[in-house]
């Protein structure tokens, strides 16, 4: 496949990404990482590997499982109601294709989070920062391994934090 | 103002902190007045020995970290002799803050950024620019910052800001078992503190978190919806597929009220408290055998043995931070404002232990410290609401006599309780009107 095709389809994966999280489809959200996934959102932008240190998230596919079944749940008062979230995907790039096809690719994201607690301006949230995709090629086309989000204010401190970045 | 007005007309003098603890209760306004918050800061936090840092965060001369003594900053320092104090973050010219950063190294001693007074490790005023402007006017050593009283147990740093306090073993007494325990783990007999921190807050008083970490009850209520998530995953996994360590901590929520009926409640002098261990193989195995037999080959098979067969669950170190010896955290509870508390979460390799030792510690304490984590995310919403619901004056007094006539054994400088038991925050509370009772 030619150079712009690739980056195409690595661009409208991460696109499709992150509108699954937005329209709380989490069934295919997971269903776009590998069994073996990592969900990570470090607490330092200089940890270079999940191990090596708390996180505010480091999930495998169980935990994100659990973590997506909880929000839809209603007796998750954590999460009552449910936020909603809108992602800004931009500057989609591949920084590098291994020879076995596995594509690294990184992007600028915004995530804009509301949820209603009567709380005025704090109801509303902004996350963003460089998010990174490990994309591995399967039978089944590119699939998410990493998902590794570098959040502006990774060593900050969060209040609860319920919907996936 | 939260609170203001209704407290005022309706309840005890609101400056006699004394009369806000009864026996089994206590009035709302100890979560909700500022004006309280601000009497805990001179009372407690000046008076209490304060958990501070690791000595292995600051391993050279010159490194420093930033932490808070109540509303206070301080910066601990280690100078050329190896020596570790705590001098106040702030010029002794204009009052501004010293140093912006939670760690760093400052092998030249601490320089205002204003005018650029400079300060040595000990808090000395080392210069003065334009010395000749202050001929005759001004002697140095007028304006030393004062060094806050520092000690250290098992090179856990410890500072308070009251010249007269308990020595810190005494502050410690039967809780010291539970720093034992932590670093006893270590096959080398070191901690050394992970660079990575974890921070969390919320818009609530920091007390709430004491009163929620050893309630075995809210879990089967606040994060039934972790257990019950974690069980939908569980029941979907392929055949032989493992459990992941993360949903077994989610599940140990879900054991049955008996199960923590039969557990032990320990509080001892000065508002602390543990409770015996729960999570147990559920959540993950640390006693591989290669650290077991590292552990051994340090202590001998006899202590090896009493160190692994230790299982506690935190330890609650009033009113500064709570312990997690198994899965090596410390936690510092960081008053901000009456309704703003800060949890920082640190974590500690365990030198010569395997990987998967320090794993676990992570793994945990993600699990425990982070804003993300479901269990976590439920215990901020709980404390939140509980600020909103005493926010108002529907009733004055919050009762918390749980156990109340269930306690199992007392002697001197220790009590045994059901884990179920509220006798861990009526302790709380008696070292809190002891500390509070009193003007300074």
């Known amino acids: 496949m030619s150079d712009a095709g690739l980056r195409e389809r690595v661009r409208a994966l991460i696109e499709d990404e992150a509108r699954l999280l937005d329209d709380q489809d989490f069934e295919a959200w997971l269903a776009l990482f590998t069994p073996d996934c990592r969900y990570w959102v470090p607490v330092s932008l200089d940890q270079t590997t999940p191990g090596d240190g708390v996180a505010h998230f480091n999930d495998d596919k169980q935990l994100m499982a659990a973590r997506t079944h909880r929000l839809l749940n209603p007796r998750a008062f954590g999460a009552e109601p449910s936020p909603r979230t809108a992602h800004v995907v931009s500057g989609v790039r591949i920084d590098a294709v291994d020879d076995d096809g596995t594509v690294h690719a990184s992007s600028s994201q915004i995530i804009l989070e509301y949820r209603r607690r009567d709380r005025f301006e704090e109801d509303s949230r902004v996350f963003g920062g460089r998010v990174r995709h490990v994309l591995r090629a399967t039978g089944s086309g590119l699939r998410i391994a990493l998902k590794r989000v570098d959040l502006v204010n990774a060593e900050g401190s969060m209040n609860a934090l319920a919907a996936p970045f | 103002m939260v609170g203001g007005m209704a407290t005022l007309l309706n309840s005890p003098p609101r400056l006699d902190p004394s009369a806000l603890v009864r026996p089994g209760r206590v009035h709302r306004s100890v979560y909700t007045d500022a004006e309280i918050f601000r009497l805990e800061m001179e009372r407690i936090f000046s008076r209490a020995w304060i958990y501070l840092a690791h000595e292995s ?72 620019p334009q010395r000749s402007n202050y001929e005759g006017v001004l002697e140095l050593g007028d ?10 147990y098992r090179g856990f740093l410890f500072g308070t800001l009251d010249a007269e306090a308990v020595p810190l073993v005494e502050f410690l007494g039967h809780m010291a078992t539970s720093i034992d325990d932590l670093v006893d783990r270590s096959p080398s007999g070191e901690v050394v503190c992970s660079p990575h921190v974890l921070r969390h807050h919320y818009r609530g008083n920091w007390k709430l978190s004491f009163e929620n970490l050893n309630d075995t009850i809210h879990p089967g209520f606040a994060h039934s919806a972790s257990v019950v998530s974690a069980k939908a995953v569980a029941a979907g996994l392929e055949e032989g597929e493992p459990l992941a360590a993360s949903l077994g901590m989610m ?108 794993r676990n510690a992570v793994e945990y304490c993600t699990g425990a410290n982070s804003a993300a984590s479901p269990v976590i995310a439920d215990d901020l919403e709980v404390y939140e609401r509980i600020m909103d619901g005493n926010g108002f004056d529907a009733r004055e007094w919050v009762p918390m006599s749980r156990g109340l006539r269930e306690d199992r054994e007392a002697v001197p400088g220790l009590t045994r309780s059901p884990a179920t038991s509220e006798a861990f925050i009526r302790n709380q509370f008696a070292a809190w009107a002891d500390y509070m009772g009193a003007a300074a």
């Open chain 2, 251 to 358: 599940l140990a929520n879900g054991k049955p009220i008996q199960f923590f009926q039969d557990l032990d409640m320990v509080t001892t002098p000065r508002g602390h408290s543990y409770i015996g261990g729960h999570m147990g193989a559920s959540y993950t195995a640390d006693t591989q055998s290669a650290y077991a037999q590292a552990l051994i080959a340090h202590h001998g098979p006899d202590k090896a043995a009493r160190v692994l067969g230790t299982d506690r669950h935190l330890m609650l170190l009033y009113p500064s931070s709570t312990w997690h010896a198994r899965y090596q955290t410390v936690r510092i509870v960081r008053p901000v404002r009456h309704d703003l508390t800060e949890i920082i979460g640190y974590t500690f390799r365990l030198p010569g232990a395997p990987e998967e030792t320090y």
């Open chain 2, 143 to 152: 304006y030393d910052l004062q060094p806050v009283r520092v000690a250290a």
């Open chain 2, 57 to 128: 965060e600051m391993p050279a001369a010159g490194d420093y970290v930033r932490r808070h003594i109540g509303s206070r900053q301080v910066i601990l320092t280690r100078d050329r002799d190896g020596a570790v104090h705590a001098i106040p973050n702030r010029c002794s010219h204009r009052g501004t803050t010293l140093c912006a950063f939670d760690r760093g190294s400052a092998p030249g001693g601490h320089s205002c950024p204003y005018h650029g007074w400079n300060f040595a490790a000990d808090g000395r005023l080392r210069g003065v």
